[in-house]
């Protein structure tokens, strides 16, 4: 049985770690708050965006073909999402999961090491991928913590040029949606070739009663011109919006999870505190049986 001291000590170390998983907790919902509010402003630019898109390429246009073109996979782009660091729950290992899942599909497939070009965005799927025996396609770490729009541009341009000039067939975005503060969604989405079936986007611009298009567009010079200048800049904005949806997912699990240790901890505390009282009630009635017996003799 542990003496008072100890138990003491307990105490006090479970106390101290209270006070960091409260901290962090806040933190977190406070990270979480701002994620939240950055895609929500984000989301109906975007997929009104969509909207205009998919209604502009539903005609016989071939600008943008480059981008919409299926071919035979014979090698394959991923960009993976993770956080930097730990302490989130299962919001890494779930991330690393479903990237190995697609991984083995792939080489499934035929496809080999060389052909399967990983693009890791954040510390923990780096490193994952190394110990899956491939080598990441630059260091994105810095995006996970900091989302930036310009970086992510650049990581899409990057994307878009390699699926253009053919060094792959096929791009796809790994991460973990935030579906509520305490429901994260593993999802793989292909990004290129863009995909003109995605139904959802075509209703952000069509009437709910009559399924028409809701805005009759008037395009300016031709609609060839303008989807050269679109089609780019609604490639931009889905990596975007992928990254701010895998950041709130990331602040809702580490939030969840330093909840759930707060909890713990304090039932682990209430434990301690009892056993304490209990052990130090013993001691003292101890005390007392020995000096009645004392003065009995």
Do not use: W
Request: net charge negative.
């Amino acid at each position: 049985m542990a003496s008072l001291k100890e138990i003491k000590s307990r105490i006090n170390s479970v106390n101290g770690t209270l006070k960091i998983t409260s901290a962090m907790k806040m933190v977190a919902s406070s990270k979480l708050r701002k994620a939240q509010q950055a895609i929500g402003n984000l989301l109906p630019y975007e997929r009104q965006m969509h909207g205009i898109l998919a209604d502009l390429m539903a005609g016989e246009v071939s600008a943008g073909d480059r981008y919409v073109e299926e071919r035979p996979v014979k090698r394959v782009a991923i960009v993976a999402f993770s956080s930097n660091s730990s302490l989130c729950g299962a919001f890494n290992s779930i991330a690393v999961k479903h990237l190995s899942e697609a991984v083995a599909r792939y080489r499934e497939q035929g496809l080999s090491g060389s052909d399967i070009l990983v693009f890791p965005v954040g510390r923990k799927i780096a490193d994952a991928v190394r110990k899956m025996g491939l080598q990441p396609q630059g260091d994105y770490s810095g995006m996970a913590d900091k989302p930036s729009y310009a970086d992510t541009s650049a990581l899409a341009q990057k994307l878009m040029d390699m699926f253009a000039g053919r060094e792959v067939d096929r791009v796809e975005l790994i991460y973990n949606h935030c579906k509520s503060t305490s429901t994260q969604v593993p999802t793989c989405e292909t990004y290129l070739p863009v995909s003109l079936d995605a139904q959802e986007y075509r209703d952000a611009g069509r009437d709910r009663d009559t399924g028409e298009a809701a805005l009759d567009y008037i395009v300016e010079p031709d609609v060839a011109a303008v989807l050269e200048v679109l089609l780019p800049k609604v490639l931009y904005l889905k990596i975007y919006a992928v990254l701010l949806d895998a950041c709130a997912a990331e602040h809702s699990a580490r939030t969840v999870a330093m909840q759930v240790a707060t909890d713990n901890g304090q039932e682990l505390l209430q434990d301690l505190t009892l056993q304490y009282n209990k052990q130090r009630q013993q001691a003292i009635t101890d005390e007392l049986l020995d000096i009645v017996g004392g003065t009995m003799a």
